[in-house]
């Protein structure tokens, strides 16, 4: 079966347990203001692959990463959701720990099946509330917490991922309304907060695409580990 692969990132340490191969799916339904990879939002003919060929690169990464796994991630794994099912049985029929990093904003039968063979999903909980949902990413608060609400039910372990953007929320209100919004699912076995970067700036140049966030600084540290220890505290 083809899809449409963008690159393979072969020691990954950032996406899930252990040493990774990381592959970044193309298409994507939401425009993130704060995207690192706008390169991979639309499919390009010229990327598309076969499922086995696709399992056969990663499988000669095995040595490197069969105490760790594989991460799908994007763009928006989920966009192709029988593709990125077809390598990953491929790659679980030789042992390897699946996961999966997404915006949980696709939900169909296909879904149903990849994440039968995924055993970690990253889910991105993108903001607090449905208008900045809709106002920075395109998205929606409801689907995102609906797809939590199904991994909860499938008894899937979760890692929520948060980027936290100056001006943006990076405040004690948006902190405070995230722990309210995961308090009480079991399905979460961790919360990582990721500062907001504009090391992708280069790549919306060399687009033709305006970069929303051009002119926010970057997220601090010390600022972010304040947050964190807030949220910790509520959560």
Request: net charge negative; hydrophobic share 35%; proline share 4%.
């Amino acid at each position: 079966m083809k899809g449409y692969v963008h690159s393979l990132q072969s020691m990954g340490t950032l996406d899930g347990p252990g040493v990774r191969a990381v592959l970044f799916t193309e298409g994507c339904p939401l425009r993130c203001a704060y995207c690192h990879n706008p390169d991979t939002w639309e499919c390009r003919a010229e990327d598309a692959a076969e499922h086995t060929e696709i399992a056969e690169r990663i499988l000669r990464l095995y040595p490197y990463i069969k105490d760790g796994g594989v991460t799908f991630s994007g763009g928006e794994p989920c966009a192709q959701a029988k593709f990125v099912c077809e390598v990953a049985r491929v790659l679980r029929d030789k042992g390897l720990h699946i996961a999966i990093d997404t915006c949980g904003d696709i939900d169909n039968a296909d879904v149903d099946e990849l994440l039968g063979v995924t055993d970690l999903v990253l889910l991105d909980v993108k903001f607090t509330t449905e208008s900045d949902y809709v106002k920075y990413c395109g998205g929606s608060l409801a689907r995102t917490l609906s797809f939590l609400d199904k991994l909860e039910r499938l008894g899937k372990n979760v890692w929520i991922r948060h980027v936290v953007v100056p001006t943006l929320n990076d405040n004690e209100k948006d902190v405070s309304r995230l722990a309210d919004l995961l308090r009480g699912y079991k399905c979460i076995k961790r919360v990582d907060f990721l500062p907001f970067k504009t090391l992708c700036r280069e790549k919306y140049e060399s687009l033709g695409i305006s970069f929303p966030l051009a002119d926010t600084p970057q997220m601090d540290k010390n600022r972010l580990d304040e947050l964190y220890k807030g949220f910790e505290g509520s959560f």
